[in-house]
């Protein structure tokens, strides 16, 4: 499971993700995750797909892709929309890039 949540990680860095924290102190990044990982751990799909944002980008706590696609895929396993949107876009990316490897062989 985490080698895929790795996958997952690295191909959300390839992605245009919003930003969620842009021109906030490093002290009020390092209060939202807290919160965010408070309402994750509760639950909230929500809060999993920010809390594997800030993950992702390194806002407020240390970058780490493999705890970034954890919480993506809790968030869309919930039917949270932007992260099931994101796993369908690096499904997707996986599947193009693994055709292209395919058609490379062949020649």
């Given at each position: ?21 842009t021109k906030r102190t490093k002290q009020d990044l390092v209060d939202a995750v807290k919160q ?19 993950y992702q980008f390194g806002d407020g706590i240390a970058k780490n892709k493999v705890e970034a ?39």
């Open positions: 499971m985490k080698e895929n949540a790795r996958e997952i990680g690295n191909s959300a860095e390839t992605l245009n993700l919003p930003k969620q924290h965010y990982r408070h309402d994750a751990e509760q639950g909230n799909a929500e809060a999993q797909y920010l809390l594997g944002c800030c696609g954890i919480w993506f895929r809790k968030s869309a396993k919930q039917g949270y929309g932007q992260a099931q949107e994101l796993l369908k876009v690096i499904k997707d990316k996986k599947l193009r890039k693994s055709i292209n490897d395919l058609d490379l062989i062949r020649k």
